[in-house]
């Protein structure tokens, strides 16, 4: 069965730093990749997807996220991040039987 | 606002009640989903509607009770819940069919409490 960790429950960083969130995941065919956002009383938005091609996927909001096949990751990064960048970050793997992550909860201070 | 809507965004009931949770997606989608969001665990998938038929029922409890009566109308019955049952029900909504390439577009959640 497929399932997906993110390792990091709640990161912590002041604006202007730099971000990376980790997902790796367990499926042993081809994968869709996703990492979707929760901003505070908002539901889930799309960040990003990978389905095939360059592994290297760019999003919204100035967000990337790089596909490493031999890992099994899909990690999350954001060269400077903004207060508003609070919120709660979701990897999810699959098609219909998608699987999500516990979720980071990211605090951007001021 | 991603053309998908769920009423009522607030639910408060008691164990012996009968209530019914609606979404409704306006982006010509197939495919159907009901999640449950609790506190510090992931997302966990209840049902998948693809062209109105039931294609994943992931175990869960024959208290809660779906129907989907075409491609743009979900509906979640709950009867006889446990206060455990509470937490946000997310409905989602995608292409569907055969495609290898879906993306799961979600609206804003019913917050349940079960009493």
């Known amino acids: 069965a497929q399932s997906v960790s993110q390792h990091n429950h709640h990161v912590i960083l002041s604006e202007a730093a730099s971000l990376e969130l980790g997902c790796n995941y367990s499926y042993g065919g081809t994968v869709n990749l996703f990492w979707y956002v929760q901003y505070p009383g908002q539901h889930l938005q799309l960040l990003l997807k990978?389905?095939?091609?360059?592994?290297l996927v760019k999003g919204i909001k100035g967000f990337e996220a790089e596909f490493i096949k031999s890992k099994f990751s899909f990690n999350l990064r954001k060269p400077s991040v903004q207060w508003s960048d609070t919120a709660e970050y979701f990897c999810?793997?699959?098609?219909?039987?998608?699987?999500f992550g516990a979720g980071t909860r990211l605090t951007v201070k001021p | 606002e991603t053309g998908v809507t769920q009423t009522p965004r607030h639910l408060v009931m008691g164990m012996t009640n009968k209530k019914s949770l609606k979404c409704e997606q306006h982006?010509?989608?197939?495919?159907m989903y009901w999640y449950k969001q609790s506190a510090k665990k992931p997302l966990e998938l209840m049902f998948v509607y693809n062209f109105k038929e039931q294609t994943e029922n992931n175990s869960v409890p024959s208290r809660f009770s779906p129907e989907c009566p075409n491609s743009s109308h979900l509906f979640l019955h709950l009867h006889t819940l446990q206060p455990e049952d509470s937490a946000l029900y997310l409905c989602?909504?995608?292409?569907?069919?055969?495609?290898?390439?879906?993306?799961?577009?979600f609206g804003p959640g019913t917050r349940l409490t079960v009493l």
């Open positions: 982006l010509g989608h197939n495919a």
């Open positions: 989602a909504s995608s292409q569907g069919g055969t495609s290898k390439r879906d993306t799961q577009y």
């Open positions: 990978y389905f095939s091609g360059d592994p």
């Open positions: 999810a793997v699959g098609n219909n039987d998608m699987r």
